[in-house]
């Protein structure tokens, strides 16, 4: 069974830093593609950052280049998203996703198995 646990989320002021984990499970790590969706009240799931484990490459959102930076440790198979400089419009659910294959934009009708997610607070 596929599952993957988010973690790390929590309050921060306008400035701040977070470092969320995904640890996934139910599938081989290295062959799959870890994505980090984040969805705010009364908005749309969006996506934020993605990497392969294939071959390292990565995604970012426009609205989080230079500010946060996706990570893939394979000896304890954990993504991570570090988030720094983090901003009022960051407060989100943030949701770890797997996908078999990699898309281009990070598409979400790609992952086939989402976590339940981890609230990230963002306060002035």
């Known amino acids: 069974e596929v599952q993957l646990v988010e973690s790390g989320g929590g309050l921060v002021q306008t400035g701040g830093s977070l470092r969320l984990s995904c640890t996934p499970s139910?599938?081989?790590?290295?062959?799959?593609?870890i994505g980090w969706y984040r969805q705010a009240p009364g908005k749309e799931r969006e996506p934020v950052s993605c990497?392969?484990?294939?071959?390292?490459?990565?995604y970012y959102a426009d609205s989080v280049k230079g500010r946060f930076a996706i990570s893939s440790d394979k000896s304890k198979k954990v993504v991570y998203l570090q988030m720094n400089n983090l901003k009022l419009e960051d407060r989100a659910v943030y949701y770890c996703?797997?996908?078999?294959?990699w898309g281009r934009g990070c598409p979400a009708s790609y992952f086939r198995a989402w976590g339940q997610g981890t609230q990230v607070t963002v306060s002035s």
């Open positions: 990497i392969s484990n294939v071959d390292g490459r990565t």
């Open positions: 139910g599938f081989i790590f290295e062959d799959y593609t």
């Open positions: 996703g797997a996908a078999a294959v």
